[in-house]
């Protein structure tokens, strides 16, 4: 469960890199490099993504925790990798980008109640 929970707290933190940079792409009016800055990130969150999903979908499946369902987790993993790949560009819709993360938050902040009420009840 240490696992999970570790790398589902990194993705939070993903959450809000997206969002500060995006932010920050817009203010300053930036285009990135694609070779150079979005796919060596993108492919970081990736593989971090790729893992949690196997840990937490086997999880899933074992435990079958409250307000967790598998579909969830594949619609979080393909949102993700867009606003991760979308958080470079400022020519992104804000609004929609926004919610996107808004929702993976969501999901994601289920998923770490889910796995502390594991922690304080273990039977």
Request: hydrophobic content about 35%; proline content about 3%; some cysteine.
């Amino acid at each position: 469960m240490t696992s999970i929970k570790s790398r589902t707290e990194q993705l939070l933190t993903v959450c809000e890199e997206c969002l500060e940079r995006h932010a920050e792409m817009r203010r300053l009016d930036l285009e990135p490099d694609f070779f150079n800055e979005v796919k060596p990130y993108a492919d970081k969150q990736f593989e971090l993504l790729d893992t949690w999903k196997e840990e937490i979908l086997s999880w899933i499946r074992r435990d079958r925790p409250k307000y967790i369902h598998l579909q969830q987790i594949i619609a979080l993993d393909d949102m993700m990798r867009q606003f991760i790949v979308q958080s470079f560009y400022q020519k992104t819709g804000k609004k929609r980008f926004v919610q996107s993360i808004q929702s993976a938050r969501y999901t994601l902040q289920t998923v770490m109640n889910a796995l502390e009420e594991r922690e304080e009840d273990p039977s």
